[in-house]
């Protein structure tokens, strides 16, 4: 019998009878039933397969463990792959490419320099970063900021000095800070040349980055390796074509909504997810399922596709995810006339229609927000994003290239998982209590 099993017959035997409503005597026993298969722990409830010192958080965090793969079942869907794959290639003729070469501004500084900021500075993006032009204005002023033996003699000043003080988990940010550091003195070498320790293998590199306690998991390392051999800082480097498209909320988002990754059930809340394993799933299956996208596209279009699935990231997560799958289109109500139309900026006050008729200083308001894919003037708030923008020389981009595959798939809405710390100040390991202490839980 399961932890599940155990809490339903539990339960069960605070039913009312006759179809009776809840007495206020049976509903506080099936609340204190739930809150303490969820959110306490007891003595020999045992220890955690993510941590053999760590004693499992409440007994549905020991079901969730053994069984979220199995109630979540998320899958990899090849005919949708395929569909995924055909637009990319489009958006990759249409853009000669340039869709999936294009990462950020290096402002002028050589690739050395390009190397070092962000190697030193990835690791600290989490609730709230600096952007790369901040770092830069930082380095410009005293480049000293970025000495390795002075941000391990010294991490505190450099998390100052990179102005992130003021976000949360100081604690972890100092020791990433130090332990990237160490990783480079210990080497013998400026972070532009680490690739040689590892014989220019971006996959070596890759898991001795992450074996360190320096904030680099996969998604940052990923990220990282991709934004160095697209920038040109690391050439002729081996294993590219294994490092994964950087997993988050966005690159997860698009693979639920167009279909190449689906599961069982919509995905839980973060506070069900207790240890972040269905985070941790998902992360994993969305990295194979965009990789499917890029083995399909590969085979069918050879001497039109990208080298690596890590150059989808870009265009995934910052221009599909970031800047068209969400709810920029605003429809609009006259104040005074009859008038309805969308806008591309909630902070339009003016009636558009009136304003083309001639008539001045109509006034209009917001009646509903959508996004572009379900509407038939979505181009409107298409053709103002960013990436359109400051890409006019593609004109025809008026849509988001997957809209059909979302929209005939019914999966517009689906959300990708959030996470709760593990190891944060306000983490799940600071949440414990025991059964019959009372209170635990998460802070703001």
């Not at 005597?25 to 204190?32: K, L, N, T, V």
């Not at 965090?61 to 792959?81: F, G, P, S, V």
């Not at 190449?260 to 269905?278: E, G, K, N, T, W």
């Not at 309805?340 to 008729?357: G, I, L």
């Amino acid at each position: 019998m399961t932890e599940l099993d155990e809490l339903i017959i539990r339960i069960s035997q605070n039913f009312p009878q006759d179809g009776a409503e809840l007495t206020i005597e049976q509903a506080r026993a099936i609340i204190r039933e739930i809150n303490e298969f969820l959110y306490t722990n007891y003595e020999g409830i045992g220890f955690t397969q993510y941590d053999r010192n760590l004693e499992y958080f409440s007994s549905f965090h020991k079901y969730w463990e053994m069984h979220h793969r199995e109630i979540l079942n998320i899958q990899t869907d090849r005919a949708q792959c395929e569909k995924v794959a055909d637009a990319l290639h489009d958006v990759f003729v249409r853009t000669n490419g340039n869709a999936f070469t294009t990462v950020y501004d290096t402002y002028g500084l050589s690739m050395e320099e390009v190397c070092k900021i962000r190697l030193l500075t990835a690791n600290q993006d989490f609730r709230g970063s600096r952007s790369f032009g901040d770092l830069v204005e930082i380095y410009r002023a005293d480049n000293s900021v970025f000495d390795l033996q002075y941000i391990y003699d010294n991490p505190e000043d450099f998390i100052k000095n990179i102005g992130i003080t003021e976000l949360s988990q100081s604690d972890k940010r100092i020791q990433y800070a130090k332990n990237i550091a160490k990783f480079f003195i210990d080497n013998q070498c400026e972070p532009y040349a680490i690739i040689d320790k590892y014989n220019r293998d971006v996959v070596a590199f890759k898991n001795a980055l992450t074996s360190l306690f320096a904030g680099y998991g996969n998604k940052k390392a990923d990220m990282f390796i991709r934004d160095m051999v697209i920038l040109g800082a690391w050439t002729d480097v081996i294993n590219f074509e294994n490092i994964n498209v950087a997993s988050d909320v966005n690159t997860i988002k698009v693979a639920l909504r167009t279909g190449i990754l689906r599961s069982a059930i919509p995905l839980v809340s973060s506070f069900i997810d207790i240890f972040c394993y269905q985070y941790g799933y998902t992360d994993d299956m969305n990295a194979r399922a965009w990789r499917e996208v890029w083995s399909i596209w590969r085979e069918k279009y050879p001497t039109e596709s990208i080298d690596s699935p890590c150059m989808l990231d870009y265009f995934i997560y910052n221009v599909v995810g970031r800047q068209f799958c969400k709810e920029i289109l605003y429809v609009f109500q006259g104040d005074t006339c009859d008038h309805r139309f969308a806008w591309h900026s909630s902070r339009n006050k003016t009636c558009q229609v009136c304003y083309q008729q001639g008539t001045r200083g109509a006034k209009a308001h917001v009646v509903m927000k959508k996004m572009p894919c379900l509407d038939d003037e979505g181009y409107i708030a298409i053709c103002n994003t960013q990436y359109v923008r400051e890409n006019n020389a593609n004109p025809n981009f008026t849509e988001c290239p997957f809209r059909s595959i979302c929209t005939e798939n019914q999966t517009v809405f689906l959300m990708p998982p959030k996470s709760i710390s593990i190891e944060g100040q306000t983490g799940w390991r600071s949440a414990y209590t025991r059964k019959r202490n009372g209170g635990g839980g998460l802070m703001a």
